[in-house]
C-alpha cells in the first residue's frame, strides 16, 4: 500500500516537499475517473512519486510526459493534466482514443476553469462531470458531485469527453 510505503519516508524528511511528493492523499483527486487496469494512461507532470505509483497500480499502461509531445506516437484512454493545462485540449485530443477522457484537477481559480472549459468547447468536447475538492486537489479528503459546484471553497475536478 502507498500510504504504508511512504509514511516513514514522509516522516524521516519532515519537509513540505516530501508530503506533496509522496502523500497517498494525493491519489484521491482522481477516484472519481474511475480508471481501470485495460486503461491507458497520459499524466504530465505529475509532481508526485505516489501518484504515479498508484496509476501504475491500477492501470497497465501509464506514460509520465513532460510538456514536450513530440516524442509521443500513441493514443491514450486517459490524459490527466494536474494543476496546470499543459496543451490545448485541441491538440491533447489528437491524443485521445474514441471515447477517451481528457482529466483536469485545478485549483480553485474560476478564470482557469473557465479557460479550460472554453477550450474543451473550441476542441469539440464537453465536461461530462465536476467535482469539488476538498480542502484542496493537493490532499483531497472530500469529493463533492457537480451539485454542489457553486457552494463552499474546493479545488476542481473537470472530466471532459
Avoid: C
Amino acid at each position: 500500500m502507498i500510504q504504508e510505503k511512504y509514511n516513514r519516508r514522509i516522516y524521516d524528511e519532515g519537509t513540505e516537499a516530501a508530503i506533496r511528493e509522496f502523500s497517498h492523499l494525493r491519489t484521491n483527486a482522481l477516484s472519481p475517473v474511475h480508471i481501470s487496469s485495460s486503461d491507458k494512461v497520459l499524466i504530465f507532470n505529475p509532481e508526485s512519486t505516489a501518484i504515479v505509483e498508484w496509476l501504475e497500480s491500477v492501470a497497465d499502461s501509464v506514460v509520465v510526459a513532460s510538456d514536450d509531445l513530440s516524442e509521443i506516437d500513441e493514443t491514450f484512454d486517459i490524459i490527466i493534466n494536474i494543476a496546470t493545462v499543459t496543451e490545448t485540449a485541441s491538440t491533447l485530443k489528437k491524443y485521445l482514443k474514441d471515447g477517451g477522457r481528457l482529466i483536469y484537477v485545478l485549483p480553485e481559480k474560476p478564470m482557469g476553469v473557465d479557460l479550460v472549459k472554453k477550450l474543451l468547447d473550441e476542441a469539440g468536447m464537453k465536461v461530462d462531470e465536476t467535482y469539488r475538492l476538498l480542502p484542496d486537489y493537493l490532499f483531497t479528503t472530500e469529493i463533492y458531485a457537480e451539485d454542489y459546484i457553486k457552494g463552499g471553497a474546493g479545488d476542481y475536478l473537470l472530466i471532459a469527453k
